[in-house]
């Protein structure tokens, strides 16, 4: 798997990834029936700060995606954020981890400080046991913030690691 900066060539594997994850509304705070076009804009980033990655299968297609930005402006832009989605049927084989450490190392280099996801849903467990692993920390549950299509109202956890 070779993970690198997206092109915008990448964007119909990147779609492919984001569509069902952001259809299903079970895991990102993004509106289900958002436009493609709105998502491309929200994800895609070409110039400035923020940057996008993609990890690429053997076979060549796009199996997960990152995209990473300034969580704030201003004198607090030394915080990023970040985003993962892994194709749903290529799960459980690595694909995310690999891409938060790329994503870490990256973040690192680019300047940043510290991390920090403002709303991973307390449902997702998997997210949360491999941010977890990775060191992050729940600095605070926000309860019954996200209306699960599945389990109806669920936490969202707020989570920081240092990258220094």
Known sequence: MDIRDATSNDWAGIWSVMEPIIRAGETYTLDPDSS?????????????????????????????????????????????????????????????????NHVLEQARADGYRAMVFNAVVASNVRAVRLWQSLGFEILATIPDAFDHPVDGLVGLHVMHRKLD
């Open 36 to 100: 493609e076009e709105s998502l491309r804009a929200k994800w895609l980033h070409l110039s400035g700060r923020g940057r996008t990655f993609v990890a690429i299968d053997d076979d060549g297609a796009v199996a997960g995606t990152a995209e990473l930005h300034p969580n704030y402006g201003g004198a607090a832009a030394q915080v990023a954020n970040a985003g993962f989605m892994v194709h749903p049927g290529r799960g459980g084989k690595g694909i995310a981890r690999a891409l938060a």
